[in-house]
T-cell receptor, first 113, second 116 residues
């Protein structure tokens, strides 16, 4: 069955430090990959998406993600975290010919001053 | 921001009562979705619609029904609310030019529902 795993429930980083959030998926064909961010009490905002082409994808707010087919991964990175990045981050996979997005369980990012 | 509103934003109800949540979009997008969000589960699809009067079930559809009589409105109904349906409910839309899950979904602000 298709699935998305975000192995880190919580991550704490210091402001200015680099960040990497992990996402692994299970799917037999090329997936469509998304990262969303959710601030407390808010809806989900799209950070970036990968459909095809260049495997390094740039998004909003200085985030980027790299699709690695051999590792079934789509990790999210940011070189220098800001306090305003504290939020919950969701990885999602969309599959061709299906209307379903499968979400990971999320990673909550805490930022130390 | 995509033009999506959800109403009500907060609701407290009692077990056994019917509840209807509304999602309204101003984008004229073809596809609309209802998800529920619970701690440790991310978001799970309840029902989706691919056009007026065209709907289908998602992975957690038991106890829920939906209707779409106009492009802009997608209603989620809990016929007889139970405590297990306490959750945050999100509506999403997509243009669906290439197909639902291959197109970007944009989310509404959510409705927090508590069933006592």
């Amino acid at each position: 069955a298709q699935s998305v795993t975000q192995p880190d429930i919580h991550i704490t980083v210091s402001e200015g430090a680099s960040l990497e959030l992990r996402c692994n998926y299970s799917y037999g064909a090329t997936p469509y990959l998304f990262w969303y961010v959710q601030s407390p009490g808010q809806g989900l905002q799209l950070l970036l998406k990968y459909f095809s082409g260049d495997t390094l994808v740039q998004g909003i707010k200085g985030f980027e993600a790299e699709f690695k087919r051999s590792q079934s991964s789509f990790n999210l990175r940011k070189p220098s975290v800001h306090w305003s990045d504290a939020a919950e981050y969701f990885c999602a996979v969309g599959m061709d010919s299906s209307y379903k997005l499968i979400f990971g369980s999320g990673t909550r990012l805490l930022v130390r001053p | 921001d995509a033009g999506i509103t959800q109403s009500p934003r907060h609701k407290v109800t009692e077990t056994g009562t019917p509840v209807t949540l509304r999602c309204h979009q101003t984008e004229n997008h073809r596809y609309m979705y209802w998800y529920r969000q619970d701690p440790g589960h991310g978001l799970r699809l309840i029902h989706y619609s691919y056009g007026v009067k065209d709907t289908d079930k998602g992975e957690v559809s038991d106890g829920y029904s939906v209707s779409r009589s106009k492009t802009e409105d997608f209603l989620l109904t809990l016929e007889s609310a139970t405590s297990s349906q306490t959750s945050v409910y999100f509506c999403a839309i997509s243009a669906g030019l290439a197909g639902g899950s291959t197109d970007t979904q944009y989310f509404g602000p959510g409705t927090r529902l508590t069933v006592l």
